[in-house]
């Protein structure tokens, strides 16, 4: 079984119902609405379709809205595009508004931009594709010299290297699309250019004012989230290593060491967390990935990643389902490494709570005894989450009630969501264990490791354990 989850983002490739159920079909666990290319009707359209195609399969399949955050891009110009050569002077030019730029000025949608930035700092439009080298700053104007040129064309994206610029994370455009994840009830909402827990915060505060229980993933795209790792990952739910800006912020060579260090963290504060961007992007076109992006999903899945994202693959791909078989294989092959599935010992650690407890001795049960399944009866999904911050190859199955938990569990690696209800029985072991008999999840005279609360249906009440052999009259090993 495939532990590792699969995200695929949502576009004109893929928002028709059969395509959106091959996919569920081929393994999505999530998918990813972007709010920055669609209005209100436009998100519930997607996520409307979405969660039909998975009731279709007989699937919970989350739902992850992504905010567009505060994305700075240059205006447009005259002809469209403009060649720069290296030497050249560029004017970016915040006062511009809606003016077309001509050979030598293109506005910016930034207005801070001059207050941001100093003679010597470099700035990268198009992903990094050219580089800008600032030479004199007024009140709305910012002179750059090229350093590297190229064609650049309407709208591309800038970032400062080494981050710096100092616009909020919420927009006003952030703001409306949280109160359309609260209509649509995501379940995720992943908050873009987030700096720091203060940011985190403050969206929470709107989604709950909204009316959402929605986990917040923040997302690492900026040099100061990257220094502020630790706090974003006991602030949010999740974190994502989202490359693209990353990578043009603190240079493509401290990529590979900050997305270990993220993974790392994630795991030490038993964060969720994703890695994203041009997993397999040759697959826009090509029908079969790289051998180096084969080679990327795999190191991921060794690191311990919860989840690998599609973003164009499954959006404007011309074989979406296709790259999700792709990556499916992938992930599967590499967690057939040992690596994958040995427990991380924490003898030396106290546990934050009696349920944490509950959740490390079972995975360490379940892994001793070669246990077929773990069997967490949870409410609100956190058993099942602290079992799966164990690495453990014994597959960890949430049974609930809750449809709203069972869509976040699927978050989780090595996480199964499972309908239960916790009182269909005097004996909610035995019943549990009888569920994963009937969904096939095990076979009788398999060992399971039950946990459990004395009072069933009660958030955050796990407080026992019990170990049970699948098909045997009495139940109890």
């Known amino acids: 079984m495939r532990r590792t989850k699969i995200i695929a983002t949502l576009g004109p490739a893929s928002q028709d119902g059969p395509v ?19 209005d209100r009707a436009h998100i519930e359209s997607l996520a409307r379709e979405a969660r039909a195609a998975a009731s279709r399969v007989g699937r919970d399949v989350g739902v992850l809205l992504d905010l567009a955050g505060p994305k700075i891009r240059i205006g447009r110009f005259r002809d469209g595009a403009l060649t720069l050569a290296e030497g050249d002077r560029l004017v970016l030019d915040t006062g511009l508004g809606d003016t077309p730029g001509d050979g030598g000025r293109v506005g910016v949608n930034y207005p801070e931009l001059p207050a941001d930035v100093r003679p010597g700092d470099r700035l990268l439009l198009d992903d990094g594709q050219l580089v800008l080298s600032v030479t004199a700053t007024t009140e709305t104007t910012v002179d750059c010299r090229v350093e590297t040129g190229g064609v650049l064309s309407d709208h591309k994206g800038l970032n400062r290297q080494g ?27 992943a908050l873009s250019f987030a700096r720091d827990a203060g940011d985190v915060r403050e969206a929470r505060r709107l989604l709950q004012a909204a009316g959402s229980t929605a986990g917040i993933v923040a997302k690492i795209e900026r040099a100061e989230a990257l220094a502020n790792v630790h706090e974003l990952c006991t602030t949010a739910e999740g974190v994502m290593v989202a490359r693209g800006d990353l990578a043009v912020e603190i240079g493509d060579w401290e990529l590979a060491g900050a997305q270990k260090r993220i993974l790392r963290v994630a795991h030490e504060t038993k964060a969720v967390v994703i890695t994203a961007t041009q997993m397999m992007e040759s697959m826009v076109h090509s029908p079969v990935p790289t051998r180096a992006e084969v080679l990327d999903v795999a190191n991921a899945v060794l690191d311990g990643t919860d989840a690998v994202m599609l973003s164009a693959e499954s959006a404007v791909g011309r074989n979406p389902v296709r790259a999700i078989e792709a990556m499916a294989r992938v992930c599967v092959g590499a967690e057939q490494e040992r690596i994958t ?29 070669g246990a077929r399944a773990i069997a967490a009866l949870t409410e609100s999904g956190t058993t099942a ?38 009182l269909a029985g005097p004996d909610v072991a035995r019943e549990a264990v009888r569920r994963l008999l009937a969904v096939g999840a095990v076979t009788a005279g398999d060992l399971v490791v039950v946990t459990r609360g004395d009072r069933g249906g009660v958030a955050g009440g796990t407080n026992a354990l019990k170990i049970v052999r699948a098909g045997e009259e009495d139940g109890a090993v």
């Open 20 to 38: 959106l159920e091959a996919m569920v079909r081929a393994g999505v666990d999530l998918v990813r609405i972007n709010a920055a290319h669609g």
């Open 163 to 189: 981050g710096g610029l100092s616009a909020a994370c919420l927009t006003a455009k952030d703001r409306d699309d949280i109160l359309t994840a609260a209509a649509i009830g995501a379940d995720y909402v």
């Open 341 to 369: 599935t040995r427990p991380r010992l924490r003898g030396d650690e106290r546990w934050a709570s009696v349920n944490e407890a509950l959740a490390m001795a079972a995975v360490y049960a379940a892994s001793g005894l």
């Open 385 to 422: 989450l602290l079992c799966s911050r164990v690495r453990t190859g014994v597959p960890i199955y949430a049974l609930t009630r809750n449809a709203r938990t069972r869509a976040r569990v699927t978050l989780m690696r090595g996480v199964v969501p499972v309908d239960f209800d916790p």
